[in-house]
């Protein structure tokens, strides 16, 4: 109860921030970034992982997740203004309640609409237990998003044991490779023939497949190898603020 109401509060008080973390393709070059959300609670950092339940279980996601999307969407906007940062996208996580609430697909629609930004750069993420939790509702909203024009990711890809066969009837853009089974890249060979698995599922379906949590260059060679496509990691960028995000925007060259 304590945090619910650090919760309200920090919203009333725009406590909150987001960070971005990059997102790379085979040649390095930016593609876009996920935001995540950061609470600065006086002296404390409180970790997403800590406060997002709470603010799931008391409702307070709504309002939350709804400042979240407005954030990034105005980012996009912005980028979209400039030639050179006019492809990037911005991944979005989505939680579970507020996929469920009623009105999302209307909110995300009226929050693209206020802030101009391009649908086809913002790419939610959604994970697998959440899906499932009532599978025909969840691919009805999503069919509804991506006829907004929205990416959508599957988080955390290969941790929620869901079937291959529910999985492969879901409209998706993209797999993210659980960090877990990038981490022990090198040394564990299971581990790899998952990662293996999980690419050629992606080419065999046409879905786009991104390894997170790459921490380290034997992850990263390893991962090229094997035709990963698309990274996200310490190794490469941490999340970060906008303003530590301008240096690598400068580099980006311009798209035709
Ligand atoms: O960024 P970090 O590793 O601290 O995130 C911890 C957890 O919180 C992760 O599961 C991440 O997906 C989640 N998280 C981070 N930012 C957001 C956000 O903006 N919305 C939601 N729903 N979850 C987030
Ligand atoms: O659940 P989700 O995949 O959205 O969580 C993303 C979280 O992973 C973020 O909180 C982010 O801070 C964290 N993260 C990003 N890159 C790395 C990494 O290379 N290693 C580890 N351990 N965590 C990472
Ligand atoms: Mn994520
Ligand atoms: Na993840």
Redesign the pocket.
């Known amino acids: 109860a304590e945090l619910e109401e650090g919760i309200r509060l920090a919203l009333e008080q725009q406590a909150f921030r ?2 971005y ?1 990059p997102q790379f393709d085979q040649q390095g070059q930016l593609l876009g970034v ?5 609470w600065q609670r006086g002296e404390e950092l409180v ?3 800590e406060f ?1 339940p709470i ?2 279980s008391s409702g307070l ?1 709504v309002p ?2 709804y400042w ?1 999307l407005t954030q990034a969407c105005q980012q996009l906007a912005s980028w979209a203004q400039q030639p050179a940062t006019a492809a990037l996208r911005i991944a ?4 579970a309640r ?1 996929l469920q609430d009623a009105q999302f697909v209307d909110q995300v629609r009226h929050i693209l609409l206020a802030s101009s930004a391009p649908a086809q750069q913002l790419e939610l ?1 959604l ?1 697998e237990s959440l899906l499932l939790q009532d599978l025909p509702v969840s691919r009805s909203k999503m069919q509804q998003l991506r006829e907004l024009g929205i990416r959508i990711s599957l ?2 890809f290969g941790t929620g044991f869901s079937s291959l066969h529910q999985l492969v009837h879901l409209p998706l853009d993209q797999l993210k490779i659980d960090q877990s089974f990038v981490a022990p890249l090198g040394q564990d060979t299971k581990a790899a023939a998952v990662v293996q698995t999980i690419l050629d599922l992606g080419d065999n379906l046409s879905l786009e497949v991104i390894a997170e949590g790459v921490e380290t260059e034997v992850q990263y060679q390893t991962l090229l190898k094997m035709g990963c496509e698309q990274f996200q990691g310490y190794y490469l960028a941490r ?1 970060m603020s906008l303003e530590a995000l301008e240096p690598l925007l400068q580099t980006l060259k311009i798209q035709d």
């Open positions: 987001l960070v973390q996920e935001a995540l959300i950061r970790s997403p992982a997002i603010a799931e996601i939350l997740g979240i979005v996580n989505i939680s507020q993420e994970t988080d955390d999340p």
